[in-house]
């Protein structure tokens, strides 16, 4: 499976950005798929997941109400729509892959297999 992240950009606070996550690989769209975000200087950390079906969803308390994460498993396309943006979700965004087949999501780095390459989201203040 390889995942290739767009949609990254420079915008003001308050403004909004689409990052897409494409996947190649004929089972991509059977994986749970999450979003991670690393910021200068920090620790990567979770950002938004989404089941393979859709139905499942689970967002970091930071990003709860502004960012929604959504799929369209006929294009294997994962979107993370980002709202109300702040200058604090500066970060290199990336799109990783869960590779077991099952229904829930997962929040932890160690249960997607599969990573994109990143997309920088600058927010200025």
């Known amino acids: 499976v390889q ?3 767009s ?3 420079l915008v003001q606070a308050g403004g909004s950005l689409r990052l897409s996550c494409a996947a ?3 089972t991509a769209s059977r994986y749970a798929m999450g979003w991670f975000r690393q910021a200068p200087g920090k620790e990567r950390e979770f950002v938004a997941a989404i089941s393979w079906s859709g139905t499942s969803t689970y967002y970091a308390d930071s990003v709860k109400g502004r960012f929604t ?3 369209d498993n006929a294009r294997s396309t994962v979107y993370l729509q980002m709202n109300s943006l702040k200058p604090e979700d500066t ?3 990336y799109c990783a ?3 077991r087949y099952y229904s829930g999501v997962s929040y932890s780095e160690s249960s997607y297999s599969y990573w994109g ?3 920088l989201v600058t927010v200025s203040s």
């Open 3 to 5: 995942l290739q992240a």
């Open 7 to 9: 949609g990254g950009g």
């Open 24 to 26: 190649s690989g004929r």
């Open 69 to 71: 994460i959504s799929r």
């Open 91 to 93: 970060a290199v965004y």
């Open 97 to 99: 892959a869960d590779p």
């Open 117 to 119: 390459q990143g997309t």
